[in-house]
T-cell receptor, first 112, second 112 residues
């Protein structure tokens, strides 16, 4: 019963490098989300996907792109990483008619 | 989602009851109130959800007055392991597909 799985768990990037954070859920949920959480701060929504084939901007989308590859997978891409993107990234999902958001364990990203 | 307001932080001692109040003046008729708990270095997890009056589970109680413009999460006899950030979310049942944003949450520190 994996729930929401994120990879990688830890990553160090140099400024200007690109990378993709992967997220997969096995609960047949329609909606998926990417959040970032800076030290001592709350969660901020980056992008979300209400259903397969759709994506929408959240509160802080600049510098990111997303892909809803299929119903299970929702990836987050940093095209040119900046130190300001150093953060913990959480993927989450919620099913239609359900009220509980399920989160992954987080991906720690450091940009130097 | 309705905007919510919570205290930034609260301190308590082991064995005491902790009550966290969330204000949601613009709650809609079909909105539910859901609380999440986040431990350091982990994603948030569901604690409790309610619509009106009182809801209790093995972890907490949720008190919702008749006007539903606020709610109070009650943690009975807290222990050190209850130190966490607690988030209040207000949204319609079947919130999947919505732009789910979290506020800053309430940091609860339980002292020995």
């Amino acid at each position: 019963n994996a729930g929401v799985t994120q990879t990688p768990k830890f990553q160090v990037l140099k400024t200007g490098q690109s990378m993709t954070l992967q997220c997969a859920q096995d609960m047949n949920h329609n909606s998926m989300y990417w959040y970032r959480q800076d030290p001592g701060m709350g969660l901020r929504l980056i992008y979300y996907s209400a259903s397969e084939g759709t994506t929408d901007k959240g509160e802080v989308p600049n510098g990111y792109n997303v892909s809803r590859l299929n119903k299970r997978e929702f990836s987050l891409r940093l095209e040119s990483a900046a130190p300001s993107q150093t953060s913990v990234y959480f993927c989450a999902s919620i099913g239609t008619g359900r009220d509980t958001i399920y989160f992954g364990e987080g991906s720690w990203l450091t940009v130097v | 989602l309705a905007k919510t307001t919570q205290p930034i932080s609260m301190d308590s001692y082991e064995g005491q009851e902790v009550n966290i109040t969330c204000s949601h003046n613009n709650i809609a008729t079909n909105d539910y109130i859901t609380w999440y708990q986040q431990f350091p270095s982990q994603g948030p997890r569901f604690i409790i959800q309610g619509y009106k009056t009182k809801v209790t589970n093995e972890v907490a109680s949720l008190f919702i007055p008749a006007d539903r413009k606020s709610s109070t999460l009650s943690l009975p006899r807290v222990s050190l392991s209850d130190t966490a950030v607690y988030y209040c979310l207000v949204g319609s049942r079947g919130a999947a597909g919505n732009k789910l944003t979290f506020g800053g949450g309430t940091r609860v520190l339980v002292k020995p």
